[in-house]
């Protein structure tokens, strides 16, 4: 059982946040894993910066280009996550694009997300049809790549699942990311085509900023991540994030433990 299958056993419902790494520095980041994990965090995914981040709105964005210019890099995140692992087994796993891992080498970035123990990568921009660019280094370390499923997927909803890994990030809405007031697509139904074919938890990202929107994805999935509402508490408060974050993280991991199925 991996690490990530056993914290959605353990939890039923799973409260995923999102931070950019190195925003506002490496130290910080550091800081809120550990307070994202006692707030309640099940799992937690981790922004690599990246100047090009195409799946990304503007909070986002911005989150890498002040990580970026303080001189945040791949390097610097691996060490600072081993820092990170002499305190806590949270299962953890990046969010990165294509580049950054090619650019680092795609055997020496797997061998040492296996280093750090990260669990998993979730990378936007491979569609599952190029995935063996990056699947065999990823087997080869014991890194599950986790598969991202959107409503425009349609017919290729089922053929991604099947092969799915870890757990399946399903994006609630068309665009990028971004806190969004409402959520109007029928991922029930998107869920429901899921489960007959694969049994990995099914987390709903993309917009999603309120106890109320977290509860309600949770109870038609396994958990709700959230990504820009947390940057943007990140930007606000700069190297005082840790505690306003950890309020906000335990206030959406309470809402996401109330879902009912």
């Known amino acids: 059982m991996t690490r ?9 419902k799973v409260f995923i946040p999102f931070i950019t790494a190195g925003d506002p ?15 309640g965090a099940g799992l937690i995914e981790i922004g690599i910066p990246f100047s090009d981040p195409t799946a990304e709105g503007p909070v986002i964005l911005e989150a890498d280009t002040r990580a970026l210019s303080a001189g945040t890099r791949i390097k610097g995140i691996f060490e600072m996550l081993s820092r990170v692992r002499q305190k806590t087994q949270i299962p953890m796993v990046f969010l990165t694009y294509v580049n950054p891992i090619f650019t680092y080498g795609r055997d020496k970035f797997f061998k040492q997300c296996q280093e750090v123990k990260m669990d998993g990568v979730i990378v936007p921009d491979v569609p599952y049809e190029e995935k063996d660019t990056l699947a065999p280094y990823a087997e080869k370390y014991g890194v599950e790549i ?18 799915a890994q870890g757990y399946i990030y399903l994006v609630s809405s068309l665009g990028v990311t971004g806190v969004r007031k409402e959520i109007t697509t029928n991922l029930a139904d998107i869920v429901k085509k899921i489960r007959e074919v694969s049994d990995k938890p099914v987390a709903v990202g993309f917009g999603i900023s309120t106890p109320e ?5 949770a109870e038609i999935s396994d958990g709700a991540i959230v990504g820009s509402a947390i940057v943007k508490i990140c930007a606000r408060y700069g190297k005082d994030c840790v505690e306003p974050v950890k309020e906000y993280v335990k206030e959406m991991a309470d809402a996401v433990k109330e879902a009912k199925e």
């Open 213 to 217: 929107q977290a509860r309600e994805m």
């Open 146 to 163: 986790i598969s991202m499923i959107a409503p425009t997927s349609h017919q290729r909803i089922q053929m991604i699942a099947r092969e």
């Open 4 to 12: 990530i299958t056993d914290a959605f056993k353990k939890q039923g």
């Open 25 to 39: 520095d490496l130290e910080t980041t550091e800081k809120l894993i550990c307070a994202m994990e006692e707030a």
